[in-house]
């Protein structure tokens, strides 16, 4: 909301640009107007004049000629009408001096071909001039002419659209070198508006070539300098936030992960939409290291350590999503998403046998030192207490079995439905247009202001009945469906009128296995194009943050189509995990969200870097699955406010 007020206020502000050309612009057409206006005055008077002019001379030289007739009417007439014929008059007349007409010509009324405008604009006087007719020494009588002014008109009309032709080219051509010379003399400016732009964007640019006019220099170098600065604060974050995850998300010895990566990252395995139901968790124990220790030494059970990491990694390599972590100095654990029972078991033979292999390479004895490993078939509806737990528990009946290694399945959990029910029911609601929404508050805690809603997906079976998105989407991705749900809701979302969202901001999640399909982007983009006029509200599209750190060339597409309508991005998920955080620099989230464990778990050494670089990019921290007060409490010790769960319902 705040970057469409800016936006809009930006757009509302003439720029100094258009206010030097208004001001010059006007300036210059206040002259031009005043010349013609002054031009074309002169002309009228000139041609007032000549008026009056031609029809004095004609009138003298008329009389002298008519002096010589002898007072002959019809010679003085023949005279007359030459003249008149030859001339532009409204009349000539020839009266004796009894007043009494002897002869007289008038121009006939024509229809004229100066605009009806321009005559009631224009007044022309034609006034008219007499002269006395002798012959001799005895006057004949008086003669009058008045001159026509239709050909005044005309005159004045030509030099009229003359004068403004002219003038009009010169105002144009002096125009457009006013913008040219502008633009030349203002171009620094330009950069120093593009570059406080991208500063505003987050991005951080600098101006190479330095202006020569002395105040347009200042602010350059000055804005170089905070642009400088800027980086620098955020490249020492970004490489503080680098070392601090190999810190504390990597075992030194095996280079796998740690305690503390397995315990963050397993919510992400273990939540409503999962896009794995479940599979197996390996917890492995090595027996016998302080016998080892005594007999090859330190560096030598390292190198082994080494080797079964290796190990590990060669036969799970397969399993995309694995988790392979040492958790303390003698144990692992692996987590393997969607892997059965058969294949963990196979799995774990393999990694048994191979690991032997390494151990009597080491000259060790293989009945002292060898591995334990307990597997335990986790589901996703489990927490994480459970399933380490269980986990345990398999790996304390592996030290009991003869061949070390023991599995224990997971059949506790009992469906709402099975499989095929859960599919009609779904394309069923497709079919019906049964989907809906759920908002869900996002808090400032110390504020108490409504940041945004989250919008949930439910599924409406009739009046009485409705399935929460944690009860259906977990099997939808399991039967490839849960794409078609989210087109199907984001489609109702722009289509459908939602008159109590209107004006309010709304965040809708992407889940990663959706962003990931291209045909997907190719149907946002579609929609985006036909309907975005019809979002009565600000949306937020929410993406997972290994999508953006692991996709960075699909995710500038989704930034960019996004950015084009005014849509921002928010992230979720996020447990610091990424080898490089300048992807947080390109995408530039309005928030970013992650569960409310990940802050109480992290040091302040860490929380510090994190919101160094999220103050600098001016990103916002959110913590999910608030759910009490007491956790509240402790997230505001970390200077985490902005929450998210059941906490924004008590008040």
């Not at 620094?188 to 101006?207: D, G, R, S, W, Y």
């Not at 913590?623 to 924004?648: P, W």
């Amino acid at each position: 909301m705040g970057s469409t007020t800016l936006q809009y206020e930006k757009e509302k502000n003439m720029t100094l640009f258009k206010q030097i050309a208004f001001l010059v612009s006007s300036i210059i057409v206040t002259i031009l107007v005043t010349t013609l206006v002054l031009n074309f005055q002169t002309a009228t008077n000139s041609m007032n004049e000549r008026l009056y002019t031609d029809a004095k001379n004609t009138a003298s030289s008329l009389s002298l000629s008519l002096g010589s007739a002898n007072a002959d009417l019809s010679t003085m007439s023949t005279m007359m009408n030459a003249n008149f014929d030859n001339g532009n008059y409204n009349y000539i007349s020839l009266r004796d001096t009894d007043e009494e007409l002897l002869y007289e010509r008038k121009k006939e009324r024509k229809e004229t071909t100066v605009p009806q405008w321009f005559l009631e604009l224009i007044e022309l006087k034609a006034p008219t001039a007499s002269a006395n007719v002798s012959a001799g020494w005895s006057q004949v009588g008086i003669l009058q002419v008045q001159s026509n002014q239709e050909y005044a008109y005309r005159e004045l009309y030509t030099i009229f659209k003359n004068l403004f032709l002219s003038f009009g080219f010169i105002a144009f051509i002096a125009l457009i070198l006013l913008n040219i010379l502008l633009a030349f003399i203002l171009k620094p400016l330009k950069k120093v508006q593009l570059q406080a732009e991208a500063v505003t964007h987050n991005q951080f640019i600098t101006q190479e070539e330095i202006p020569h006019t002395k105040e347009f220099e200042e602010v350059v170098i000055a804005m170089n300098n905070m642009v400088h600065k800027l980086k620098i604060i955020f490249d020492k974050g970004n490489e503080e936030l680098k070392q601090l995850r190999e810190l504390e998300y990597i075992d030194q010895v095996t280079q796998l992960k740690n305690r503390k990566y397995l315990i963050n990252k397993l919510p992400h395995y273990l939540k409503i939409d999962a896009s794995s139901k479940g599979g197996v968790s390996m917890m492995i124990s090595l027996s016998g290291m302080m016998e080892a220790n005594n007999k090859i030494g330190h560096q030598k059970v390292n190198e082994l350590f080494l080797e079964i990491a290796d190990i590990f990694r060669e036969y799970t390599g397969k399993f995309e999503d694995a988790i392979l972590s040492r958790v303390n100095g003698t144990e692992f654990c692996i987590v393997l998403p969607e892997c059965s029972c058969e294949e963990a078991l196979s799995l774990a033979n393999e990694i048994e046998k191979n690991t032997k292999k390494s151990i009597i390479s080491m000259h060790l004895d293989s009945k002292i030192t060898h591995l334990y490993l307990g597997l335990y078939e986790y589901h996703y509806k489990e927490n994480i207490s459970q399933l380490l737990s269980y986990s345990d528990n398999a790996l304390a009946q592996a030290k009991e079995s003869k061949n070390h290694i023991y599995l224990e399945s997971g059949e506790r959990i009992v469906e709402v439905m099975g499989k095929g029910a859960w599919r009609d029911t779904i394309n069923k609601a497709l079919q019906t247009d049964n989907f809906g929404f759920v908002p869900y508050k996002v808090m400032d805690s110390l504020s108490k202001e409504l940041m945004h809603n989250v919008l949930s997906i439910v599924l409406h079976i009739d009046k009485e009945k409705t399935y929460s998105y944690g009860q259906f989407m977990a099997t939808a991705s399991q039967l490839k469906l849960s794409h078609k749900i989210y087109n199907h809701t984001l489609k109702i979302l722009f289509t459908q009128p939602h008159q109590e969202f209107k004006e309010k901001v709304f965040s809708f999640r992407l889940s990663y296995h959706y962003l990931k399909k291209r045909d997907n982007f190719i149907f946002l983009e579609k929609l985006l194009q036909s309907h975005i006029l019809d979002l009565s509200f600000h949306l937020i599209i929410e993406i997972p943050d290994k999508f953006a750190y692991l996709h960075i060339k699909d995710t500038k597409n989704y930034k960019d189509l996004f950015d084009k309508y005014n849509i921002q991005i928010g992230i979720y998920e996020f447990i610091n995990e990424g080898t490089d955080y300048k992807y947080l620099q390109n995408l530039r989230p309005a928030y970013i969200k992650a569960e409310s464990d990940y802050f109480l778990t992290q040091n302040e050494q860490t929380l510090s870097a994190i919101r160094l670089l999220t103050d600098t990019l001016d990103i916002a921290l959110i913590s999910t699955g608030v759910m009490d007060n007491e956790t509240l409490t402790k997230l505001n010790k970390k200077d985490i406010y902005i929450v998210q769960g059941k906490v924004t319902d008590l008040g």
